[in-house]
Nanobody
Framework: QVQLVESGGGLVQAGGSLRLSCAAS????????MGWFRQAPGKEREFVAT????????YYADSVKGRFTISRDNAQNTVYLQMNSLKPEDTAVYYC????????????????????WGQGTQVTVSS
């Protein structure tokens, strides 16, 4: 089992920044990737970014590329999502997730690729 706890959400004006954190505990070594997803009201959960614990390979959705940065601190078992130049359309509940068993250059971008999920943290961007 892997337990995930997100923090750092809040209300910010358009153009502002927020940094989300996801603290992982339990059998974190059993999965190779951490991902961030988001879900806006009435919409499906969508991929935002992913990173591998080993090597730090990262991959982003086109909608956030150049604005968001995913990073990890292996010693702290924590993954971060730095969000800059936020837009109203970034408003959603953000979830971190743990999953995947393949190392290397394969990127896990699907909801079904992840086995463990945090409770989510609300991000609201006002115009």
């Amino acid at each position: 089992q892997v337990q995930l706890v997100e923090s750092g959400g809040g209300l910010v004006q358009a153009g502002g920044s927020l940094r989300l954190s996801c603290a992982a505990s339990g059998r974190t070594f059993s999965r190779v990737a951490m991902g961030w997803f988001r879900q806006a009201p009435g919409k499906e959960r969508e991929f935002v970014a992913t990173i591998k614990w080993s090597g730090g390979r990262a991959y982003y959705a086109d909608s956030v590329k150049g604005r968001f940065t995913i990073s990890r601190d292996n010693a702290q078992n924590t993954v971060y999502l730095q969000m800059n130049s936020l837009k109203p359309e970034d408003t959603a509940v953000y979830y971190c997730a743990s999953g995947g068993t393949l190392s290397g250059s394969y990127y896990y971008t699907g909801v079904r690729d992840y086995d463990y999920w945090g409770q989510g943290t609300q991000v609201t961007v006002s115009s």
